[in-house]
């Protein structure tokens, strides 16, 4: 089997819909399982809902009627007749989530956000599935949460490997397109979990695992994986193939290529993973498999944005040991900060970190009573794989460089902008 994904992207309007539809049309769909996200910011629009609902808002039914009026209106542009039976299962679905909104007791907000959010893929996969059928396509509609079976850690479920691959391989028709839903799995009350981030890509990986299905193909609305980020990088190129390992140290240091949680599983399995472009899916894309070298050898170019450089020092002057060390990174784990580069020396330790949370200002507080603390903020952290002399020197013109470190394939350049 294959299994396909489709993002919240490729299906957000009528025309993402009937676009899938072609995709599959142009390179078959018999012996496939699609994985697909919530349409478009659907998402958002139930973390708005779940916002409204712990804050007792008024706005409440108003939002929820937002996520209604755009999937309806989805509906219209795809169905003709109003008395398709689709009609009524989604709004069946919607029913069942408002049932929740009033009759929930639980103060747990993780597991509220489930709950809610899973809504999400479920309308999408149920209308996805209808216009399928209405276009003569038989399709099997799957709810993912009676196959992928998870611990009760809402918002980052671990999956439960040997129970929902006996699910899977037992109960996922053959000869047929499957349909089910990203992102979200089922512990062993029956309460919806989500599977945390780039959630999607993992069910496909997990399907594709337990079905020993032939590939994966993640489509995008880009034409594969490129070298670079081509919002911040003219001439951006297209990367043909990559192999696991290489992924994961993209991935790793922070680019948005595939999250490595979703390579494990293909690559104990030595599964192929294709990016391809769901508006021109005949091109080749990339292909992420075993061993295979990057091609063509380029330069990879990862940006990450407003970092804070952060320099310790003894107040003493003595060494910054290892019990310092523990302890520095015992506190970034306290206050959720992200660290993305170390570097030390005998007397100070610098490192580069994502304060998501805006929880800096506190850790600041806590360190300076221990260490003198200098540190830059709004910097830019620029990771180059197998990066050569006129690379390094591209991303350092008219910038100022803090620090740069480098080790045999990549190099780490933190930056401020020329005034």
Known sequence: ???????????????????????????????????????????????????DYFDKSPSLQSSVQEVKKYHNQILLDLFEDENHEVFQA???????????????????YNFVYDQIV??????????????????????????VRNFVKTNAN????????????????????????????????SDEN???????????????????????????????DVPGVMNADPRYFENASLLNQISYREAIELAFYGATVIHPK????????????????FINPLLKGTVVSKGMALEPYLPCFIVKRDQTLISLSSIDFSFIMEEHISEIFALFHEFKIKVNLIQ??????????EDKFGNFQDLNAVLSKKFKVDYNEHVTLYTIRHFNDQAAEMVEKDKTVILKQVSTETMQIITSEKQ
């Open 1 to 51: 089997m294959r299994v396909f994904k489709f993002g919240g992207a490729s299906v957000k309007d009528a025309e993402g819909i009937k676009n899938v539809y072609d995709v599959l049309q142009k390179v078959g769909y018999e012996d496939v399982l699609l994985v697909v996200s919530a349409m478009g910011k659907t998402t958002n629009a139930l973390e708005l809902v779940i916002k």
């Open 90 to 108: 989604v709004n069946n679905q919607f029913t069942e989530l408002e049932y929740f909104l009033s009759h929930n007791k639980s103060p747990n």
């Open 118 to 143: 899973s809504y999400g893929e479920l309308i999408s996969t149920t209308v996805l599935s209808h216009f399928m059928t209405f276009m003569g396509i038989q399709t099997q509609w799957i709810d």
């Open 154 to 185: 809402y918002r980052d479920a671990e999956v439960d490997w040997e129970l929902t691959q006996k699910n899977i391989a037992n109960n996922v028709k053959r000869k047929t397109l499957n349909i089910t839903q990203g992102f979200l799995g």
């Open 190 to 220: 029956g309460f919806t979990t989500t599977l945390g981030r780039e959630g999607s890509d993992y069910t496909a990986a997990i399907f594709a695992y337990c079905l020993n299905a032939e590939s994966v193909t993640i489509w995008k």
């Open 262 to 277: 979703t390579l494990q599983p293909l690559q104990k399995k030595e599964i192929p993973l294709y990016v391809k472009s």
């Open 344 to 353: 030390n020396s005998a007397i100070s330790f610098s490192v580069c970190v």
